[in-house]
């Protein structure tokens, strides 16, 4: 149970400097404890790529693989993604990938060893936001690619979907009330995991591949 009196930030545990590097930020991110998602995953999950990367990827939260191994979309749907982002002509050397939540959310299965994932709850998503932010100033990509719905209510809020805005260039609110909104920035699709759970992969991976093309055509 959640003590609905806890309250969940982050912000306690970002680097007191404004600007910081993303060195900074992720040895700060691996002691976070704002929020209880900490207690059972072994490890903070920061996002990884180059500085100066051209576009930001953002998922949802690591994954059983991606908890184990420290690193983001390494697993399954990590596949799923190097694949699409390759079928669209973006280069991974180009990508800064990273999730809105740093801490894996799993339950036990009722029989045996398997760590099944929970979804995030708002709570827990705006306790992590701050992680984002200072992520998203540090790298300041030219895009940023919402991988399914967590990841857009995270930068939207709440009331996003993706099935209603998917593959089309969208204003980038502005981040923590600080600066202004900035044109034609944000991409949002589907997330890889999807695909893997469609009994249509085929179409559901093309979608996935049709909205990446869109970020192609914008970083050319
Ligand atoms: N799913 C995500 O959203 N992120 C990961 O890093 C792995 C799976």
Same mark, same amino acid.
Request: hydrophobic share 40%; charged share 25%; proline share 7%.
């Given at each position: 149970?959640?003590?609905?009196?806890?309250? *969940?930030?982050?912000? !306690?545990?970002?680097?007191?400097?404004?600007?910081?590097?993303?060195?900074?930020?992720?040895?700060?991110?691996?002691?976070?404890?704002?929020?209880?998602?900490?207690?059972?995953?072994?490890?903070?999950?920061?996002?990884?790529?180059?500085?100066?990367?051209?576009?930001?990827?953002?998922?949802?939260?690591?994954?059983?693989?991606?908890?184990?191994?420290?690193?983001?979309?390494?697993?399954?749907?990590?596949?799923?993604? /190097?694949?699409?982002?390759?079928?669209?002509?973006?280069?991974? /050397?180009?990508? *800064?990938?990273?999730?809105?939540?740093?801490?894996?959310?799993?339950?036990?299965?009722?029989?045996?060893?398997?760590?099944?994932?929970?979804? !995030?709850?708002?709570?827990?998503?705006?306790?992590?936001? !701050?992680?984002?932010?200072?992520?998203?100033?540090?790298?300041?990509?030219?895009?940023?690619?919402?991988?399914?719905?967590?990841?857009?209510?995270?930068?939207?809020?709440?009331?996003?979907?993706?099935?209603?805005?998917?593959?089309?260039?969208?204003?980038?609110?502005?981040?923590?009330?600080?600066?202004?909104?900035?044109?034609?920035?944000?991409?949002?699709?589907?997330?890889?995991?999807?695909?893997?759970?469609?009994? /249509?992969?085929?179409?559901? *991976?093309?979608?996935?591949?049709?909205?990446?093309?869109?970020?192609?055509?914008?970083?050319?």
């Amino acid at each position: 149970m959640t003590d609905p009196a806890e309250s *969940y930030d982050a912000t !306690p545990f970002l680097p007191g400097r404004a600007g910081a590097s993303l060195t900074a930020l992720r040895r700060a991110a691996a002691d976070c404890r704002g929020c209880p998602l900490h207690r059972d995953a072994t490890q903070t999950v920061f996002g990884a790529g180059r500085a100066d990367a051209r576009v930001m990827l953002v998922g949802e939260q690591p994954g059983d693989q991606e908890d184990r191994q420290g690193h983001p979309f390494v697993g399954p749907a990590g596949h799923v993604l /190097d694949r699409a982002l390759a079928e669209a002509g973006i280069d991974p /050397d180009l990508a *800064y990938v990273t999730n809105a939540v740093k801490h894996f959310k799993f339950e036990q299965a009722a029989r045996g060893k398997r760590r099944i994932h929970k979804a !995030p709850d708002l709570r827990e998503l705006t306790a992590c936001r !701050p992680w984002l932010a200072a992520e998203l100033r540090a790298v300041d990509p030219e895009l940023i690619v919402l991988l399914g719905a967590t990841a857009g209510k995270a930068l939207f809020g709440s009331s996003f979907r993706v099935t209603r805005q998917r593959g089309v260039l969208l204003p980038c609110p502005p981040l923590d009330g600080e600066g202004e909104e900035r044109a034609d920035r944000v991409v949002a699709t589907i997330h890889p995991s999807a695909v893997l759970r469609a009994d /249509d992969r085929e179409s559901v *991976y093309a979608g996935l591949v049709s909205d990446l093309r869109v970020v192609a055509a914008a970083l050319d």
